[in-house]
Structure formats: C-alpha cells, structure tokens
C-alpha cells in the first residue's frame, strides 16, 4: 500500500503548479539567489534553472515537486506588487543648452513628460514644485520608477533662486523648500521631499535620499562656502560648529566621518524604518575632479541632471567613486537577510548566502599589504620577497624598437574599455576564510593564492587553443610579473596566473597554497550593473553597441562633445569600477597608524585583498592572452605596456592599420574594436619619432610609451603627471 502512495504523491508531484517564467525569476532575485546556487541545491545545469526561468522548458520530476515548494516560500515572503513597475520614458529631447529664464511663478506643476501622479496619502504639507522653463532632461531611460515613496527622484540639489531655496531634482522637477535651518531641512527631506531610490536586490535597503548644497545654501544655512585647511586635514567640521549643535539639539546624529563633504545625519532606525539623509557639499571638494570634471560648478539644474543619471544607471552616490563603488557590491549581496519566523511569529536576521557576511575575516599573511597586524612579527625595515607576498598588479612594461618598427611611421595606442570590469565578469571569488594547504595539486577552480615556481614558462613556445605556436620571447612581456620580467624563482601567484600558466601548455607543482572552499559570483551583479550604465550611457552620446570597427572609430571621435554632462557619466562609472576594487585593498589614512597596529579599513568585511588580486590578475591575463594570440598570427608586437593599453608601431595612424579585421570581423580571441567591456578603442596616435624623441630626451631607452601616447605630453618621466 505505500508503495502505492508513493506512486500517487509523485504523480501529484509531476503536476505541481508553478508560477509564469518571469515571477520565478523575480522570486529568485528578490531573494538574492543566485542560479549556481538554486541550480546546486536541485542537483540540476545552471543552464536548466535559466532554461526555466525563460520559459524555453518545464521542470520535470523529481526537480518539478522540489522546484515548485522553493518558489511557494519565495512568494509568502516576496509578494507580488499590486502593478508591475512601470518605467515612463519620456520623448527625445534636443540636446542644446537652453537660455536659463527667469523663475515662474509659484505655481503647482508636474514635469511635461508624464501625466500628473495621484499623491498618496502622507503629511498634511506638501512640497510645491515648479518648472522654472526648458531644461535638459536624462536621457529617455533613467526616469525614477513610479514607487510613491521616492516620486521625486533619488536625489535634489538645494540652491537658492531670487531668495528662494529651491531643490532641483531630476526630470526638471523644481520643489520649493521651506527649511530655515540645516535640521529642518534634513526633516523635511525624511517627511516631504519624496526623496530616495528602490533597492536593487531583495535583501537589501532603499537607497537614502542624498541632498546636494550649492555654495548660495551653504550660506543660506550657516555652512562655511569652502573648508580651512586645517577642516580639510581633518576631514569634517569641529564638534562645536553651531550647525552640529543644532543637529544634537533635534536628536540628528553624525557617524563617524562627522560633518564633512559627505555627511550622513540619521536617527536610530525603529523596526524596519530608516531615517537617514546623506549630504554632499561640492565646494567642499565632494566631487572630485578627476572623476566628476567640473560638475561641482555647473548650475545646480545641470548638477541634478548629472548625479540623477548616475543614480539611476549605477546608485544613489554615497561617498566618492570609490566608496559608491563598495557600497555597490554590498547593496547587491547585503550581509544578512530575514530568516525564517520563529515559534513566535518574529523573523530574525541570517546570513544572507553569496555574501561576505557581518564579519571581516584574516586573509592568509602573504596577501596582507605590508604594516597590516598579521605581519607585525617581522624585523622592523624587512622587505618581504615574491616568495613572501602576493603581488598582483597591472602591467607596466615596455622594451626598445626593433629596426624594422623603426620603419613605420606611427605609434598607435588603443584601451581596453573598462578593463579591470571586463576582468570581473563571471569570476569565481572567495567568500570566506582561506585554508592553508601543502603541496596541494592545482584546481583552476579554487581561488586563493597559491606558492609555485613559473620560471620554467617559455614564452617562446606555447600553446594557443590547441596548437603549439612559436613567439619572440624577447618582444613579449612576461605575465607573471607587472614589470613584465620573467620570474626566476619561487612565488605567490593568484589562481588566475596559475592557471594562464597552465593554459600556455606548462605544468605547475604548487609548494603550498591558500585556497577559499566556500566561493562564488559575488560580483557578477556588480559587474552587470556598470556595464550597463557604461554601454547605455555611451549610446546617449552616440556610440552604439552594434556598428562595425570603421563606425565605431568615427562615432568615439569627438563623442564628450555631443554632451559634456553626460561625458561626466561615464568618466564616473569607469572611476567607479577602479575604485571599488580599490577599496577592497584600502591603505591606512593617516589617523596617526602605525606599523603593525590595525587600521579602519579592516573592520570592514569588504576588506579583501585577495578579490582585488584575483580581479587584477585576470584582468593581466586577459590582456596578455590577446597579445599572444595578434602576435601569433600577425607577427606584431607591443612596444609598451601600461594597465589596460598597449602601444604598437604602424604604418598607418588608426588601429585598423595594424588589426587583422578580415570583412569587418576580428582576430578570434584577439584585440576587437567596440564600446562593451573587454573591448578596445583608440587611445591615441604618436610618430615613432616622437616615441624615439622622447626616450632619448629623457636617457631612458625603455621609456613606458604607454602612459603619453594618448596626447603626447610628456611632463615628468616617472609618473606621467
């Protein structure tokens, strides 16, 4: 008889009902979930559970019944919304710069480019909002959402407008703002102003709403219009500035970066309520230069247009780049997330899994940089050999011309497009704590560090695919190295380089290692989210995706011009993506640290050097594997090598005179021309001469060509400043 139970409860199970294809896949992501993972704990492809999920199959059983009781428990806890999210794009708008008008009048408006929005029920006051003329709206695909709780975008800068303070938001959208005072206005902002952005994964948190002062509301608001020196060394206000005092007294408090360029005023969250408002202060030297241009000097409608677009595409910032660039990784794989109820009813927080958890953990004592706590044992000045130390770092190599470059008239450089992005895409890390293992036998599949001699490497014969092919050692960079010099003993190498090693055809013997058991794709949706806002901000300015090599060169040419503030995007996401890896490997800032004393950076879970070199080395091997294979079947060479671009003498100045397009298609696994990361573009192009002026102006024959061939200039040879 059971066995006929059995029998009628699979035939039940082979009729279990599932959800449509596109909520099993909200159901999924709203957890966090990744495919490796629903895929691992059904015993099933990853390529199933995506097969699934685009409805091109079913589940069948034993997988359907298992399936099916997942997606049940997703959906008690993830409900569907009453009404799909909707995105409204507005129309195509010119992209002249018109004339600033005067402000209208106060009167109640909503921007021309949707229809006015029912307000749902909230305070008895509501900000007014106006539209003071024409302006430049984002582009067609970054409107805010329709969620009520953030109508009004993600952010707004504050200015002050014929004696009017005015919050400038984006779509044009313009709210009068009656705060007399700095915690008024944080007040107003948490109660009003409809401010903040929906989270991008399902355990995470809405981002908080950010409010930008203009130099006329610092004034407006007691706020000094530029730091003393002696409050840009610290970093933030003194204590007993009246504006922090003024907080105190309204029960606003600061963290512990206090009241700076990026301040973050908050009350203690109560249930799942948070009240947290983030301030950014360009005169304060908030946006920086180098990554954000000039944007902290445009009028104020500009500045909104520009920052709502990068939060739109990447994240409401919250800090620099670099910061935004962590704090990206962890909205994606926040580290905890609601458990299961109790006997009680009441849901406790878990670790959220893919994630790097509450905690920070130890990485293993040759991936420390030097002065951190593992390494305070050491002699005091002991510099610590390759056999002592995880050194990956990017390329910076270049060797003198041969005679028959000398022939050729130009130098030709071209970039890989966000690189060290490319290098992240679909790339296994560590998640936990790395297990020290001797000689241990080499898995490509397990990151961690690994001590291994690649001396025996021959450059000059190696594999590509399946065939032995013959190479000019001496005209290649060794890629085991970031000087490019050929390794002669014992070292650590991330698995990335290990496993290079073994693709050019040699085996490997590791003395010991450094392995991560508990792994995954922690930044597949990092990764997914800046391309994104690279290649979609890029086809704004007029570079698409899908034009062949000879188009795209002549959509790059000139493309910051066609919208300089939308440039300003771009040239911020990239910084994005270098700083936030950056971050994963952060230095002592001062705060009087010394050797061997832990420093802030480290109590933060995202501290992990070994992410940052297990993206660097494959970002090093991605680009040295392109170069083996063009010079396998061109017989061309780099003449240098720095990061992510590569210099080659030609006869002609574009790289179509020396890349071996054949009916607009490129080398297989060679260098491509196009806008998608991973892909290159033209760099710059410089005359041999120049190249040879150069080296022999500054007596340095293996001058880095690399770092000047974008405009020629050539300032200080050590640093190319």
């Known amino acids: ?127 007014a909002s106006r539209r003071p003329g024409a302006r430049r709206p984002a582009p067609a695909n970054t409107r805010p959402g329709t969620d009520p709780r953030f109508e009004n975008g993600p952010l707004a800068v504050v200015d002050v407008d014929n004696g009017q303070v005015v919050a400038y938001c984006v779509g044009g959208l313009v709210l009068d703002v009656p705060a007399k005072s700095i915690p008024a206005l944080v007040e107003w902002t948490f109660r009003e102003a409809k401010l903040g952005q929906p989270k991008l994964s399902g355990p995470g948190k809405d981002a908080d709403p950010l409010i930008v002062l203009t130099e006329a509301a610092c004034e407006r608001y007691g706020l000094p219009v530029t730091l003393t020196e002696q409050e840009r060394i610290t970093g933030r206000l003194p204590e007993s500035h009246k504006v922090i005092r003024q907080l105190a007294c309204a029960d606003w408090k600061l963290t512990k970066r206090g009241f700076g360029p990026w301040a973050r005023i908050y009350r203690p969250a109560q249930g799942s309520e948070r009240a947290c408002v983030q301030l950014c202060i360009p005169s304060w030297d908030a946006l920086d230069t180098r990554h954000w241009s000039e944007a902290g000097q445009l009028p104020a409608a500009d500045l909104a247009r520009i920052l709502g677009v990068y939060a739109s595409r990447v994240m409401t910032p919250r800090g620099s ?26 849901r406790h927080s878990e670790h959220n899994p893919g994630s790097l958890g509450q905690h920070p953990v130890d990485p293993a004592p040759c991936e420390v940089p030097d002065g951190h706590p593992l390494l305070a044992g050491l002699p005091r000045f002991h510099r610590r050999t390759p056999a002592e130390q995880l050194f990956e770092e990017v390329l910076d190599w270049a060797r003198p011309l041969t005679d028959d470059e000398c022939m050729k008239r130009y130098l030709v450089g071209i970039d890989v497009n966000m690189a060290f992005a490319a290098g992240a895409n679909g790339m296994v890390v560590g998640l936990g704590a790395p297990a020290h293992v001797k000689h241990p036998v080499f898995d490509p599949k397990l990151p961690g560090s690994w001590l291994v001699d690649l001396s025996h490497v021959d450059l000059s014969r190696v594999k590509a695919g399946k065939e032995w092919v013959a190479l000019d050692a001496a005209l290649l960079p060794s890629p085991f190295t970031p000087t490019g010099e050929r390794p ?20 490997v013997a590791p003395i010991e290692a450094n392995v991560r058991y508990e792994n995954g794709r922690y930044l597949d949706s990092w990764y997914n989210r800046l391309r994104d806002a690279y290649v979609g901000t890029m086809a704004d300015l007029g570079v698409p995706a899908d034009v062949g090599p000879e188009e795209f060169l002549a959509a790059m040419d000139g493309y910051r011009d066609r919208d300089p503030e939308l440039a300003i995007v771009v040239s911020a996401s990239k910084a994005t993506v270098k700083g936030g890896l950056g971050k994963l490997r952060e230095r002592p800032r001062g705060e009087g640290w010394k050797p061997g004393e832990p ?23 991605n680009m040295h594997r392109k170069i083996v294979k063009h010079a396998a079947f061109t017989g061309q060479y780099p003449v240098a090598i720095l990061s992510d671009c590569a210099v080659y003498a030609s006869y002609g100045p ?68």
């Open 654 to 721: 574009s790289p179509l005179d020396f890349l071996p397009y054949r009916q607009g298609k490129p080398l297989p696994g060679g260098w491509r021309l196009g806008v998608s990361p991973g892909m290159v573009k033209h760099e710059g192009t410089q005359t041999v001469l120049w190249g040879e002026g150069v080296r022999e102006q500054f007596a340095a024959p293996e001058l880095n060509l690399a770092r000047y061939i974008k405009n020629g200039e050539v300032t200080n040879k050590d640093d190319g400043e």
């Open 599 to 621: 420093w802030r950076a480290l109590q933060r879970p995202t501290w992990r050097p070994d992410i940052r070199a297990a993206v660097i080395a494959r970002t090093r091997v």
């Open 321 to 346: 780049t670099a910061v935004t660039g962590l704090e990206l990784m962890t909205a994606f794989h926040p580290p905890t997330r609601a458990g299961e109820p109790d006997a009680h009813g009441k």
């Open 1 to 127: 008889m059971s066995e006929l139970f059995d029998r009628i409860d699979a035939l039940v199970a082979s009729r279990s009902s599932l959800p449509a294809p596109a909520e099993r896949k909200r159901l999924r992501q709203a957890h966090g979930l990744t495919l490796d993972e629903v895929a691992a704990a059904l015993n099933v492809r990853r390529a199933t559970v995506s097969g699934w999920e685009s409805g091109k199959t079913e589940p069948r059983p034993p997988e359907r019944d298992a399936y099916a009781r997942m997606l049940r428990q997703l959906a008690e806890l993830y409900p569907a919304p009453a009404t799909s999210p909707q995105h409204t794009e507005v129309p195509e708008t010119t992209t002249t710069r018109a004339p600033r008008p005067a402000p209208a009048p106060d009167v109640t408006a909503t921007p021309v480019s949707e229809p006015p929005q029912p307000r749902p029920a909230g305070p008895s006051r509501t900000p």
């Open 488 to 507: 002669t003993g014992a070292a650590w190498y991330e698995t990335r380089t290990v496993a290079y090693a073994v693709e050019l055809g040699y085996d």
